[in-house]
């Protein structure tokens, strides 16, 4: 069953997507994520796994992760964050 307005959802999803880059997961990605979820783990502060997999595929990419999430992903050593909803403002389109 579909839900009222999803359609409408689906539409604006897909055009905010043209103006993004989906990257491919690099080999190194499950190495990253073996260590984050050690390291995690460990410290008792572990994340869930999307999280983890975002979380690894930014370092293994060596780029800075874009989220509103920066609490849970601010556990992660040397994680690159920013938040634009705070730093500053985004416009999609035009």
């Not at 993004?20 to 995690?40: F, G, M, Q, W």
């Not at 060596?62 to 634009?84: G, S, Y």
């Amino acid at each position: 069953m579909v839900k009222s307005g999803s359609s409408r959802l689906v539409q604006q999803l897909e055009r905010i997507l043209e103006f993004l880059t989906v990257l491919p997961l690099e080999s190194t990605v499950d190495k990253h994520y073996a260590v984050i979820r050690k390291h995690l783990e460990q410290a008792g502060t572990p994340i869930g796994p999307n999280d983890l997999l975002i979380a690894a595929h930014s370092l293994a990419l060596d780029l800075t992760l874009v989220t509103a999430n920066t609490r849970e992903f601010e556990r992660v050593p040397a994680l690159k964050l920013e938040n634009w909803l705070i730093d500053s403002v985004i416009i999609f389109g035009g």
